[in-house]
């Protein structure tokens, strides 16, 4: 049996060792929280961009031009959450990039379409190449929208099954 200063140093070994387990066992569930939030807060900013209608309005000729109406690729959550992006999978931050950096040039061209003069023949003729550019970009937008949200949905799915583990 161990007594004395050896059963002391052994007893505030395990006490020691004990209490770093419990610090690091409570930032990794910190962490899978606030992975998840963004996760989740990502999935709902992603979710709302009304992509298909902006195609449909371009594509049928809508006679105001819906980007000076409809603020439709809402970037917030990405902006504000730049930070937490890198905590996630690769396959989610992969596709999560791929979308934003796609609407951020839409939201790009939707500005710049602000500055074309309708009744200038020149200015028109250049808003309706920038329109057919953006209708392209906003088909591959959707494909972006819907890979994101798959990656997403899925580690979702495995945060709720964690957590009912938990």
Same mark, same amino acid.
């Given at each position: 049996m161990l007594t004395g200063i050896s059963g002391t140093i052994i007893s505030a070994l395990i006490?020691?060792?004990?209490?770093?387990? #419990?610090?690091?066992?409570?930032?990794?569930?910190?962490?899978?929280?606030?992975?998840?939030? &963004?996760?989740?807060?990502?999935?709902?900013?992603?979710?709302?961009?009304d992509i298909e209608l902006a195609k =449909?309005?371009? =594509?049928? @000729?809508?006679s105001q031009p819906?980007?000076?109406q409809v603020d439709f690729l809402p970037t917030d959550v990405y902006d504000q959450n730049v930070?937490?992006? @890198?905590?996630m999978e690769e396959s989610e931050i992969d596709a999560v990039i791929s979308y934003y950096s796609l609407a951020? &040039? #839409?939201r790009s061209e939707t500005s710049a379409l602000h500055t074309v003069a309708e009744d200038d023949e020149y200015e028109?003729? #250049?808003?309706?190449?920038?329109?057919?550019s953006m209708k392209n970009d906003l088909s591959a937008l959707i494909d972006r929208q819907e890979t994101a949200l798959a990656e997403l949905r899925t580690e979702l799915d495995e945060d709720i099954v964690s957590s009912d583990e938990d």
């Open positions: 006490g020691g060792i004990s209490g770093i387990g #419990v610090v690091l066992l409570r930032e990794k569930i910190n962490k899978d929280r606030k992975i998840s939030k &963004t996760r989740r807060a990502l999935y709902a900013e992603i979710d709302s961009a =449909e309005l371009i =594509e049928g @000729g809508y819906f980007y000076r930070g937490e992006i @890198g905590l951020k &040039t #839409v028109y003729q #250049v808003g309706q190449s920038a329109i057919g």
